[in-house]
């Protein structure tokens, strides 16, 4: 099944919390929205879902209109952040609802319930109530209770947000291989950089309400149509300098220029903003052609194996991501460098002009 | 009030416990230092959330005791403590302005228009939330209205400890990094002692001077980041922490090799003395090394041990390999840039950075 929203609006009062929404999406596919809070992401859902209507626009399954028809007459199934099951039920009967309510025979449903509790591990728990289990385990039983449907459209709105940073970590490569072994479109929402990366697929970048850029999420990583979805997408957040470029050099304030070499070269002169991101920047040079910037410490985070280095460069804040352990005091005078050739090229109103160039596969 | 002593602190939730899984928190005994950042990090049901509210007075122990200073405050309840809270969720005056919310704990306490004034520009200063003064609490964001939580505590100069709950869950990713910014310039600026309780390793590592893992009630260890990434004291801290966590193989040791399945490991000469000594006296050996320390390369060097590549994840900054090795599966974090071999390849263990633990805790 294909899966199409066509120029959707969705406005509630005088606040728009959709706007112009276009994606198509090809059966047996894994979809991430990527967004911050209040992006839209949860509202596209339920239009998705057939919970609520667009404004504007539609929705089509294999290019039929489907759009006002009511979730109960869809083939969906959606999984919450609020980890919600019914609290009276087994893990069981919770799992087994959708199917006693398509009127499945009791045989038929007990086997499926134990295949899909066995594939989330919690074949064990089946006699449980949802009081009775941790976190994880209600949530992998509202999962299952997705899953089992074998909907066309499975949908899950932010559903690991609630749980323990390892457990996430665990479900999510448990999750992306359930979804790659099944036909239905998988749509997942995300406000994780590194949650969308790590999951791959089909990356939809939205903001505001709008689409920003869609692609494979290697690709939307490489190119980044725009400073924002740079942002979006980067933790933490892609450095971006202001940068004014002239007929033979740029310049990135506090005297420092380049000259217009490899990737800048053709440059046309005006105001740029100049992204590089924040693994990019060492305290040590690296290479003959490296720059040295001058900043001043704000604030270093050392996690053990990897040390942030927060400064504020000509009025901006950076950060320099750096691997291992670099003791740095708050106010302290710090050299930086950066490699030119790995800079975003945007351009004043926040396009990407240029993409660094990249070697390896 | 100078430190927070946890004397023999254990808790059941249950009116009569029969035995230790009754217990919520087993035996706890520790020390927290004056002026000192700490994380309590570890899993859902760890029992740190337990922990904090014995020590900000919510809860009151089953047993033992919890002294700030030398007073036993065990018995005594929040507002008789001078600690101030933050929560997973904003606690504040919707209707009232930032200012007004900042003033309200002084205002409680009878202290002098003047005085409230002064104190709550310095907090708003210190949190950045000057622009916003006379804005309704109402309308600002997640994040802007934990800052005023913070600040509420802040503000009265008889805190001495500021204990949070989770305080960035609600708080969007790109916005995270400022406020734990602003949490280490308060800590310098205030000089308090900070408490933070997380399940999320990233934030207490980059927070804490000092983290103190838990877990099944029990603290495993205190360091900081830095030994508990090179030198976990135990296989669950190795695992915890880091993503991905550390690899951990079962082996055993002939001379100076750990084994497992065909893959033999070289160890240094006293690590492997040691391992031989526990593995005779009984102990189960584990091997670990952190993903970023294994090597990964190409078949014809010959070196490591054999390893077939199964999984590639392009995390942007950097790789995460997986590879077989026999029966047994290793993960490499490799920095972007580095050739990654394409199937058959060598996986490397550099033998300072090779741990071994006995019975789950770590050879020294």
Redesign the interface.
């Known amino acids: 099944m294909s899966f199409s929203i066509s120029k959707v609006d969705k406005r509630v009062g005088r606040e728009t919390y959709l706007a112009d929404i276009d994606l198509h999406l090809e059966s047996g596919s894994q979809n991430v929205i990527l967004g911050?809070?209040l992006a839209g992401k949860t509202t596209l859902l339920r239009i998705m879902a057939g919970l609520d209507r667009p404004s504007r626009g539609g929705i089509a399954e294999n290019g039929r209109d489907v759009t006002g028809v009511s979730v109960r007459k869809r083939n969906v199934a959606m999984v919450y952040q609020q980890f919600v099951n019914y609290p009276s039920l087994s893990v069981f009967h919770n799992i087994a609802s959708p199917l006693k309510l398509a009127g499945m025979a009791k045989a038929d449903i007990a086997a499926r319930v134990r295949e899909v509790a066995a594939v989330l591990h919690i074949d064990h728990l089946l006699d449980r109530l949802p009081q009775e289990l941790?976190?994880?385990q209600q949530q992998r039983t509202a999962i299952a209770r997705a899953l089992i449907k074998d909907a066309s459209l499975l949908l899950l709105d932010e559903p690991l947000v609630n749980?323990?940073?390892?457990?996430r970590?665990e479900l999510r490569t448990e999750l992306r291989e359930i979804f790659g072994k099944r036909d239905s479109i998988v749509v997942y929402t995300t406000?994780?950089?590194?949650e969308a990366?790590?999951l791959?697929g089909n990356l939809v970048v939205m903001h505001e309400g709008r689409v920003l850029q869609t692609g494979r999420a290697?690709e939307v990583?490489r190119c980044p149509s725009s400073v924002t979805v740079a942002?979006?997408l980067?933790?933490?957040?892609i450095n971006v300098l202001r940068t004014r470029v002239d007929q033979a050099m740029a310049h990135l304030g506090d005297g420092l220029s380049v000259p217009l070499d490899g990737h800048l070269a053709g440059l046309s002169p005006g105001d740029y903003f100049f992204g590089v991101?924040s693994?990019h920047l060492f305290l040590e040079r690296q290479h003959p052609r490296d720059i040295e910037l001058h900043a001043r410490v704000?604030?270093a985070?050392?996690?053990?194996?990897e040390t942030?280095i927060?400064m504020t460069y000509n009025g901006r804040p950076l950060?320099v991501?750096e691997?291992g352990?670099h003791q740095r005091r708050?106010g302290e005078a710090i050299s930086f460098f950066v490699r030119p050739r790995k800079f975003y090229i945007f351009d004043r109103d926040g396009a990407l002009v240029r993409a660094p160039l990249f070697?390896?596969a | 009030m100078a430190r927070i002593v946890l004397d023999d602190l254990a808790h059941s939730y249950r009116p009569h416990p029969t035995g230790q899984d009754d217990y919520a928190l087993k035996r706890i005994n520790t020390v927290w230092e004056d002026g000192g950042a700490y994380a309590l990090l570890g899993?859902?049901?760890c029992g740190k959330t337990t922990l904090l509210n014995i020590i900000s007075g919510l809860l009151i122990p089953s047993q033992g005791r919890v002294l700030y200073g030398e007073t036993d405050v065990t018995r005594l309840p929040p507002e008789k403590r001078n600690i101030a809270q933050v929560f997973q969720f904003p606690v504040l005056y919707d209707t009232m302005t930032v200012r007004e919310n900042l003033a309200f704990p002084l205002r409680n306490r009878g202290v002098s228009p003047a005085d409230t004034a002064t104190r709550v520009m310095e907090v708003a200063e210190a949190l950045d939330l000057v622009s916003v003064l006379d804005a309704k609490a109402s309308g600002l964001s997640?994040d802007a209205k934990q800052k005023i939580s913070l600040g509420r505590g802040l503000v009265r100069s008889d805190v001495a400890a500021i204990l949070f709950d989770e305080p960035l869950t609600v708080i969007?990713?790109?916005l995270k990094?400022q406020l734990?910014?602003k949490l280490?310039?308060i800590h310098?600026r205030f000089n308090l002692t900070l408490i933070y309780v997380t399940?999320?390793?990233?934030e207490a590592?980059?927070?804490a001077d000092q983290v103190v893992v838990m877990y099944d009630g029990e603290i495993v260890q205190i360091g900081?980041?830095?030994e508990?990434?090179?030198n976990p004291e135990h296989t669950f801290v190795g695992?915890?922490?880091?993503?991905?966590?550390m690899n951990l193989l079962p082996v055993t040791v002939d001379g100076e090799t750990a084994q497992t399945g065909d893959s033999r490991i070289p160890l240094p000469p006293a690590l492997a003395e040691k391992a031989r000594a526990a593995a005779a006296a009984g102990a189960t050996l584990t091997l670990g090394i952190?993903p970023?320390y294994l090597g990964l390369e190409d078949a014809g060097t010959g070196r490591g041990v054999a390893a077939r590549i199964t999984l590639v994840?392009?995390?942007?900054?950097c790789r995460i390999v997986t590879a077989a090795m026999g029966d047994v599966t290793v993960k490499a974090r490799v920095?972007?840039?580095r050739?990654i071999p394409s199937q058959e390849a060598r996986a490397v263990f550099p033998p300072e950075w090779t741990r071994i633990f006995a019975d789950g805790r770590l050879l020294k």
């Open positions: 911050r809070t941790s976190g994880g749980l323990d940073y390892k457990l970590e406000t994780e950089p590194s990366l790590m791959g290697e990583y942002e979006i980067s933790d933490p957040p991101r693994h704000e604030l985070e050392i996690n053990g194996s942030f927060h950060v991501q691997e352990v708050m070697e390896d | 899993p859902s049901g997640a969007d990713p790109h990094w734990r910014r280490k310039e310098d399940h999320d390793q990233v590592m980059t927070f900081t980041p830095q508990l990434f090179e695992y915890f922490i880091g993503s991905p966590g952190r970023m994840e392009d995390q942007g900054d920095p972007e840039g050739a």
